[in-house]
């Protein structure tokens, strides 16, 4: 079709925003998935992680955390003491930033060219030091660690649970609200259960 069309890219564009695949609903059903279990209909959204400097944007949005503020110098998140200790020439310290600059966005976070913030290294960001085409996804036990401990991560849960009791009066309500933010959507039944279930052994 492209070649066709004499190479005529807003042509191209057209065809495939107006095809049936392009307009359907990327929610998937049990018997789609049997029938297309490799997605080569393409009937479905392929699930994908969030790029490293994302990550860490998305829990502080969700949390009612993320300084919007644009421009300005870099800001340096929380990062384990003595990560830079290998470095020489000079001896470099780190000090994080406080306030409300701890919680600026990923992109003005400070790299010190490939010695990289460890939660970016964590979630497969790739070094400076040359162009990276793509950027693998990893699956690894050390990001369920990081989302857990980083201060980062931490304090943004807590905002969460805070404004959460601030803002709603019960658990159901809690969940939904937590979901509505966390996903963009309220629970299904199911995880309204476990979530309940999982409250009350707590």
């Known amino acids: 079709e492209f070649m066709d069309s004499d190479w005529d890219v807003k042509h191209m564009v057209k065809v495939i925003v107006m095809s049936r695949t392009y307009r359907q609903s990327?929610?998937?059903?049990?018997?789609?998935?049997?029938?297309?279990?490799?997605?080569?209909?393409?009937?479905r959204q392929s699930p994908r992680r969030l790029p490293a400097e994302l990550i860490r944007d998305?829990?502080?949005?969700?949390?009612?955390?993320?300084?919007?503020?644009?421009g300005g110098p870099s800001v340096r998140p929380y990062q384990p003491q003595?990560?830079?200790?290998?470095?020489n020439f000079p001896k470099r310290t780190y000090n994080a930033s406080t306030g409300?600059?701890?919680?600026?966005?990923?992109v003005y976070m400070h790299w010190q060219r490939t010695f990289l913030h460890p939660m970016l290294v964590t979630f497969d960001a790739p070094a400076r030091d040359e162009c990276a085409v793509s950027r693998p996804n990893s699956?690894?036990?050390?990001?369920?660690l990081n989302l857990l401990n980083?201060?980062?991560?931490?304090e943004a849960a807590q905002a969460l649970a805070r404004r959460l009791h601030a803002s709603?009066?019960?658990?159901?309500?809690?969940?939904?609200?937590?979901?509505?933010?966390?996903?963009?959507?309220?629970?299904?039944?199911?995880?309204?259960?476990?979530?309940l279930s999982f409250l009350a052994k707590e």
């Open 26 to 43: 990327s929610v998937t059903t049990p018997a789609l998935e049997e029938r297309d279990p490799y997605n080569r209909l393409l009937a």
């Open 58 to 70: 998305n829990a502080l949005a969700i949390s009612g955390l993320l300084n919007p503020y644009v």
């Open 100 to 106: 409300s600059d701890q919680y600026r966005r990923g």
């Open 139 to 144: 699956n690894t036990p050390l990001q369920a």
């Open 168 to 195: 709603a009066t019960g658990d159901v309500d809690r969940i939904a609200m937590a979901y509505t933010r966390a996903l963009a959507r309220p629970p299904n039944p199911s995880e309204a259960e476990t979530l």
């Open 150 to 154: 980083d201060p980062s991560f931490v």
């Open 82 to 87: 003595g990560y830079y200790e290998h470095l």
